[in-house]
């Protein structure tokens, strides 16, 4: 074999070589980089204190004040999670979770499993009117968590002037209510819309139209004194949080359950024409009723709630 011809084939075989290399060797991760962070606080998070209560607002810590008062008197026991979030160390968890793969170390060190929202001043830790907790009642058992919020706890939390916002999907934040937010005969807008709509969920009937009249009020009444609430007619953040719950739950009723969501599942009932007294208690007549509704409707008939017979009682 020729020497031009050795050369020829010990190039492409060199070429061969570097292609399976460059085509079987995995693509290099983006390094993770962090902006240093020189905020006190929030060098105090990252060596792990997690709950720092500098920075909040008084009317915060007033409300925190009343919130485990209330909660003594029941019995019940709080465990606090994160209150304030200085706005260098959310960044420092968006900018790790903008970079999963580089940032992986980070990302389990910080426990982050999806993407951190973006740093924002006006954001209800860092503007210091949030904290996360976790309510259990003198039995041991939680009261909220991260995709739930009991009706109960919702009613002590708007007596202490706090509201639980997001039920099915951050149920252990807490923001501290304002009073401008209060809703009353003469109130108009998208927020009285939402409230009507809402009182409908719960098996009210009110018409939709954004003018908070005298009509609306006296619905507002009977939720209010249906529910263990102060029945003024005002539509505050302790009406307006339960309220909001109650409207979206799916809670799995059935023989034998009690409480707020059965009164909404009984009112519902009686305005689709299976009348039965909305007393919270879930027993015989109320089984008949929702046997009766689930025929109707082409439903499993096993007198059971769950969440396709809720959707066709809300429709």
């Known amino acids: 074999m020729s020497c031009i011809k050795k050369k020829f084939l010990s190039l492409a075989l060199l070429f061969s070589l570097l292609a399976t290399t460059l085509l079987t060797t995995p693509a290099q991760a983006a390094a993770c980089v962090l902006t240093p962070m020189t905020d006190p606080l929030a060098l105090r998070m990252e060596a792990g204190e997690t709950l720092i209560w500098d920075n909040v607002t008084a009317d915060l810590l007033a409300a925190k004040s009343r919130y485990e008062s209330l909660l003594k008197e029941k019995g019940w026991k709080i465990e606090y999670t994160s209150a304030y979030r200085p706005y260098q160390y959310q960044k420092h968890f968006w900018e790790i979770t903008q970079n999963p793969t580089g940032c992986k170390a980070e990302m389990q060190k910080h426990s982050l499993t999806g993407l951190a929202a973006a740093p924002s ?12 907790a976790i309510v259990k009642n003198a039995s041991g058992t ?15 939390a708007g007596q202490a002037g706090l509201s639980l916002p997001h039920p099915t999907d951050d149920g252990v934040h807490h923001t501290v209510s304002t009073n401008g937010s209060v809703l009353s005969v003469g109130s108009t807008g998208p927020a009285v819309s939402t409230l009507q709509t809402n009182l409908n969920k719960v098996g009210y009937t009110v018409a939709v139209d954004g003018i908070f009249g005298t009509g609306t009020e006296t619905i507002v009444k009977q939720f209010q004194s249906a529910h263990g ?7 505050g953040s302790a009406t307006s949080t339960k309220l909001s719950t109650l409207a979206t739950a799916t809670t799995t009723l059935q023989n034998g359950s009690t409480g707020d969501e059965v009164k909404v599942l009984q009112r519902l009932l009686t305005k689709k024409g299976y009348p039965v007294t909305a007393d919270g208690v879930f027993g015989s007549g109320t089984l008949a009723e929702v046997k009766k509704f689930q025929q109707a409707k082409g439903l499993t008939v096993d007198g059971i709630v769950g969440s396709a017979t809720w959707s066709k009682l809300r429709a």
Not at 142 to 156: A, C, K
Request: glycine share 8%.
């Open 121 to 132: 001043m006006d954001a209800p830790h860092t503007a210091g009117k949030a904290f996360d």
């Open 142 to 156: 939680p009261l909220n968590g991260r995709d739930f919020v009991s009706s109960s706890l919702v009613t002590v």
């Open 229 to 235: 609430l102060t029945a003024d007619g005002k539509v």
